[in-house]
């Protein structure tokens, strides 16, 4: 009977171990996102405000940086499940954004280069946050 209850320990540690790892994992999936999502809506804001075509070091200090995702404690396979995730999440609510930008642009008294604007600062958004999932 011994044996059996040894094993039974193993697996339930196991389990444990499991569970914790699933935990961190959707810990650092939620606190990025809970971030994305308040830092896209003040990028969004800037270039309202600005008009620029670039992401400029003054609209990227304004909005405040977006931090690297909290790896510490994601297995290897995590890490790559995380990383496929916030592509897709990132790239979609960018070109949430991105879309909202051009038709307000096409709607402007210079649609051409409104329209050229916004799509330059939002490839430059797509590119920095793309930096900071590599």
Known sequence: MALFSNRRAER???????????NRLEEAQSAFTREFKRW?????????????????EEILERAGRLSRIDASGLERTQLIYIQGFLGS?????IRRHRATSVVAAARSRDPD???????SYWDNVELYVGSLLA
Do not use: C, F, P
């Not at 540690?13 to 699933?22: C, D, G, I, S, V």
């Not at 999440?89 to 609510?93: H, I, P, V």
């Open 89 to 93: 999440y990132t790239g979609a609510s």
């Open 12 to 22: 339930q540690a196991q389990e444990q171990r499991a569970a914790a790892a699933l």
């Open 113 to 119: 280069l409104g329209v050229d604007h916004a799509n």
């Open 40 to 56: 896209i809506e003040r990028i969004s804001q800037a270039y309202v405000d600005h008009g620029t075509s670039g992401l400029t």
